[in-house]
């Protein structure tokens, strides 16, 4: 049972790192076109993942409110746009006043990495929860079902760590530096698989909550960061393809992998 446990609470964060190891095979630098297109996938893996992975299981586990299920979804999306705005905020104002920023390289505003590693808490609630169901009651099919769930969290996790490790690489940080961030984007899924195993029965109710807080926050940063870089340059279409492609990919392994 323990092996279990800790197979199915490390399976995503595995998934992270492997898509963060993507940033080896890459070039020392990107293309003006090919950065488009990445940060335009970037962009629809965000927002697929945000519908799909968050605000629609935010108010299927509060079908029981009936037509106000859309509530908590409501609630926690604009909490998670008031609390990166106000990150963004608070990091200007460091910025201005010359303050270094812990996380933030100077002079760069994307809160991307911070929207992800917010986006792997619910990520990593949700599975711990479904392997208490599985310490609960500990049947062959719970225990496929969590790690069913376990292993499409880590399948999605792929772009997402990636996504991390890339603008490290083309701000020009070392490889091994940028692969490190997208590694550590994935910590706080196992961290909070493990508290919610401990605190199953008390922190449950707040996952609709936690969810769309998540989707608001990442919504907040492809809409301030990652689409007008991505349409910089007008007479290109990269950005707006790259989006297409990731918010595709996203969504069938959403779908498909429950």
Request: aromatic fraction near 8%; charged fraction near 10%.
């Amino acid at each position: 049972m323990n092996l279990l446990l800790t197979f199915g609470l490390l399976l995503p964060f595995f998934g992270t790192s492997l898509g963060a190891a993507f940033i080896f095979f890459m070039k020392s630098s990107l293309r003006p076109l090919a950065e488009q297109v990445m940060l335009g996938f970037a962009a629809g893996v965000m927002t697929a993942a945000s519908i799909w992975s968050l605000l629609i299981p935010a108010m299927e586990q509060a079908s029981w409110m009936e037509m106000f299920a859309f509530v908590p979804a409501a609630v926690g999306f604009l909490g998670g746009v008031a609390f990166l705005a106000a990150t963004d905020a608070l990091v200007r104002y460091l910025e201005e006043k010359g303050k270094p920023c812990p996380g933030v390289r100077r002079g760069q505003r994307s809160l991307m990495t911070l929207a992800v590693v917010i986006h792997n808490i619910p990520e990593g609630l949700s599975v711990g929860a479904a392997l208490a169901a599985v310490m609960a009651s500990p049947h062959q099919a719970a225990a496929a079902s969590a790690l069913a769930l376990s292993a499409g969290v880590a399948v999605q996790n792929l772009p997402e760590g990636f996504i991390v490790a890339l603008p490290a690489r083309s701000g020009g940080e070392k490889r091994i530096t940028a692969f490190l961030k997208g590694v550590l984007s994935g910590i706080p899924e196992p961290a909070a698989g493990s508290l919610m195993l401990l605190l199953a029965a008390r922190l449950t109710p707040l996952l609709p909550y936690l969810l769309a807080f998540s989707a608001g926050a990442m919504f907040c940063v492809v809409l301030e960061e990652l689409i007008p870089a991505a349409m910089r340059n007008k007479r290109r279409h990269g950005g707006t393809c790259g989006f297409c492609l990731g918010f595709l990919l996203m969504m069938i392994l959403d779908v498909a992998l429950g």
